[in-house]
């Protein structure tokens, strides 16, 4: 074998081993990525039952009901499609009607309300999470910085 082999052949090998262990990597979190929607995307792209997902947008004025302990029921909206939302649990002091908010959770099953089992709320009057704030801008609603 000559130098340029013997070169290429290494530089071959550890190509090999980084896309083997990138594979593996992907494979082993695969179960843990989540992905964000809007109330849009969700109705376009038809989410699967199961399928973990992070629904973001605002809580839509007069939706919020509270049922027994700490059942509450309330919908996300970009203002061009609504996703009916269960949770169960503490809701953060910050959330309110109006305001955005990212809940992670599943849809059960087809036409079912989306069950989040995580309520993430803003932290303050001009914060707006980042997917939250770029799938408004897209839509054209929400005209902050």
């Known amino acids: 074998m000559t130098r340029k082999q013997k070169r290429l052949a290494i530089i071959g ?22 992905y964000f929607h809007s109330p849009s995307d969700v109705v376009e792209k038809q989410v ?31 203002t061009a499609n609504t996703v009916s939302v269960r949770y169960e649990g503490i809701l953060p002091d910050l959330f309110r009607e109006g305001q955005g908010v990212v809940v992670e959770g599943a849809f059960p099953q087809a036409g079912a309300p989306f069950v989040a089992d995580t309520v993430l709320a803003k932290h303050d009057e001009t914060y707006m999470p980042r997917e939250v704030a770029d799938s ?10």
């Open 136 to 145: 408004l801008k897209d839509k054209g609603v929400w005209q902050g910085e």
């Open 13 to 34: 090998g550890g190509v090999s081993v980084i896309a083997a262990a990138v594979l593996l990597v992907l494979f082993a979190l695969q179960e843990q990525i989540v």
């Open 48 to 78: 699967g039952s199961g399928t973990r997902i992070r629904l973001g947008g605002l809580v839509e004025d007069g939706s919020v009901v509270r049922g027994q302990g700490s059942e509450v029921a309330f919908a996300v909206t970009d």
